[in-house]
């Protein structure tokens, strides 16, 4: 299967504005499939944007209603100064979408960071009926010595070439084996354009522990597939295992992928991801 350009994924998005702490805040999403479909909302980390998904959300726009945002500061929402991009705000956003585009009760697929703010909405409301987590920061697990680093005033300093050398390190070291030229483009434009040294250090510097070891994991009421990729040095499966124990849930292991789970086995990740969601609801199926 072949997945869009990264300039045809941006074509396709709208926005919309929400309110947090008080900001006002364009946020930029995808939004696919029928209007009545059961829900199906993906989450992307740090340090990536929606376009994450490229091989994994076209597959299920047939039958469900698939709904890919660029967190605030990332991709092509909101990036400027000013604001907060911690998961605890990224959770604010969330709500506020799922609101503007009338959506109740939703499956959230996640990965990284963006694990982190579906298992905060999760514990905070009641309208996840099925969380899908992939390699996900949760407990204690985050951050990463590379993302804090990138946190650092001496980020914004950073000549272009050093800047881009620094990103093509992050997303070749996050694959297993030879990261695809196309992920690796399209995962760094954002950061490229002007500004975007600095907008990656404020998402850098909003990573806060705290924002997970709080999240009162026992109030989690949903179906939940940890997915995850058995390699991954940066959030080891030892992390998926405890959240499902935890919570109820199955660990399905992906083998031969690393961070990037969704780019190093999209076919065998669309399968698992298929197969939950047909055997915990009565919505379509179909091939992956």
């Not at 726009?61 to 100064?81: F, I, K, W």
């Not at 905060?120 to 985050?142: G, K």
């Not at 694959?175 to 907008?199: I, N, Q």
């Not at 076919?267 to 698992?272: G, I, Q």
């Amino acid at each position: 299967m072949t997945g869009p350009t990264h300039e045809e994924w941006s074509e396709a998005q709208e926005s919309t504005t929400v309110t947090v702490d008080g900001h006002d805040l364009e946020v930029a999403y995808r939004d696919e499939g029928p209007e009545d479909g059961d829900p199906l909302v993906f989450l992307h980390g740090i340090p990536t944007w929606s376009f994450l998904w490229r091989h994994v959300t076209p597959a299920f726009e047939d039958d469900y209603r698939v709904v890919v945002p660029d967190m605030l500061g990332y991709g092509n929402s909101d990036a400027h100064d000013g604001f907060d991009r911690s998961i605890r705000a990224q959770e604010a956003m969330i709500g506020e979408l799922l609101e503007d585009l009338g959506l109740g009760d939703v499956t959230l697929v996640a990965h990284d960071i963006g694990g982190g703010v579906a298992l905060r909405f999760a514990a905070h409301t009641d309208r996840v009926e099925r969380l899908v987590a992939s390699n996900i920061v949760c407990y204690d697990s985050w951050p990463v010595e590379f993302i804090s680093n990138l946190g650092l005033p001496a980020t914004t300093d950073l000549d272009d070439e050093e800047f881009e050398a620094k990103l093509d390190f992050a997303f070749a070291e996050g694959a297993y084996g030879d990261a695809d030229p196309a992920f690796v483009e399209g995962m760094k434009e954002p950061w490229l354009r002007e500004g975007g040294k600095r907008a990656i250090s404020r998402a850098a510097v909003a990573t806060n522990t705290n924002h997970t070891t709080e999240i009162p994991y026992e109030d989690i009421d949903t179906e939940l597939l940890c997915l995850w990729a058995e390699d991954d040095v940066m959030q080891p499966i030892e992390y998926g295992e405890r959240l499902a124990d935890e919570l109820g849930g199955e660990v399905s292991r992906l083998p031969e992928a690393f961070h990037w789970v969704v780019e190093d086995v999209p076919e065998a990740y669309r399968a698992e991801l298929r197969s939950f969601l047909t055997e915990n609801t009565s919505s379509p199926g179909g091939g992956a």
